[in-house]
């Protein structure tokens, strides 16, 4: 069985955006990200961490948003104005799930599709269905793509499922790994049988949100295994896929910690210097 390790995915997309940073820097152009967040929720701040970490390494600088739980749709709005027009700005990340009274929906419609680098906007998830290479793809999928790349890990007529369905996950995975000519089933909750669904696959990708649910009995011999998840369990990050279950089932696996989640924010550093 192969580990699907995400660090040296992750260090080759690095090495390449602080090069591609460090010419920037040499013509005058200080690439900048901005990431907004609203609230103090423990995971944001770790994800914010993480990401300012990530951009260090790489040279790029960061405007961090602070902003009240509380705050207003319209004050909200005029934030997020504010960095489109910003011209030392070239990316902006907005911590999601935001607060109940920020209408996700409107927000897409307004932040610059151009600083959208985690493909949050209706224009630039729109290009995604429409296989246009001119977007930002949306990091986490996006993670999981640099590893199949990594790995020359086969698609071209493969039967791949995908669990789970979601904006940020599932449904803009299932349309890149069309485009790279897989054969995708998503599954989600209402998927009936979905044991044996997974069970005819080449590659199960999980993205659920549910601990260790994927065990042996979701996986063929010989399948390659995906987990998107980030769980906590007594205290332990665990993943989607029950790791110590599959794992002599199945070809290849990226194991959580240390899989896809690594690869997702080098991606945030890779998109924010695509288009400069
Ligand atoms: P989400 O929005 O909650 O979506 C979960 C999806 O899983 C939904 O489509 C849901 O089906 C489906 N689902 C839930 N329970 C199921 C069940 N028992 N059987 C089959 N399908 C089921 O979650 P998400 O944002 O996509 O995140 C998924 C996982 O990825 C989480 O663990 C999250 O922490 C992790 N994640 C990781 C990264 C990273 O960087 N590695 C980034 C983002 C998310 P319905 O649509 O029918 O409700």
């Known amino acids: 069985m192969i580990e699907l390790r995400g660090k040296c995915v992750s260090d080759s997309i690095l090495s390449d955006a602080k090069k591609k940073s460090g010419e920037l820097r040499k013509k005058g152009i200080i690439p900048k990200i901005a990431l907004v967040r609203v609230g103090e929720d423990s ?19 960061v405007k961090q948003v602070v902003l009240d739980k509380n705050i207003s749709k319209e004050d909200f709005k005029k934030e997020i104005i504010a960095l489109n027009d910003d011209d030392s700005v070239n990316g902006i990340l907005v911590f999601r799930p935001l607060p109940k009274q920020l209408d996700e929906k409107e927000i897409r419609r307004y932040i610059s599709p151009k ?12 290009r995604i269905f429409l296989s246009d290479e001119e977007v930002f793809y949306p990091c986490t999928p996006m993670g999981v793509m640099k590893i199949i790349e990594y790995y020359d890990i086969d698609l071209e007529g493969k039967n791949v499922v995908i669990v789970g369905r979601s904006l940020v996950v599932g449904k803009p995975l299932s ?37 260790k649910m994927i065990d042996s009995s979701y996986i063929k011999k ?26 002599d089932l199945c070809s290849m696996i990226t194991p959580v910690p240390g899989g896809v989640g690594i690869v997702t924010t080098s991606c945030l550093a ?7």
């Not at 680098?117 to 729109?126: A, H, L, Q, V, Y």
């Not at 000519?181 to 590659?203: E, F, G, M, Q, Y």
């Not at 390659?224 to 599959?246: A, L, R, S, W």
């Open 175 to 211: 349309m890149m790994l069309m485009d790279k000519n897989a054969t995708v089933t998503v599954c989600h909750s209402r998927t009936k049988d979905l044991p044996s669904v997974c069970k005819k696959a080449d590659i199960v990708i999980a993205a659920i949100g549910r601990g």
């Open 43 to 61: 995971s944001d701040v770790a994800y914010e961490k993480s990401i300012i970490k990530i951009m260090d390494k790489t040279d790029i600088d």
């Open 115 to 126: 600083k959208d680098i985690d493909c949050f906007s209706e224009i630039n998830m729109g």
């Open 222 to 247: 010989g399948s390659i295994v995906m987990d998107v998840g980030i769980n906590f369990m007594d205290g332990k990050m665990v993943g989607d896929v029950d790791y110590d279950d599959v794992k």
């Open 270 to 276: 890779y998109n924010l210097l695509k288009m400069m």
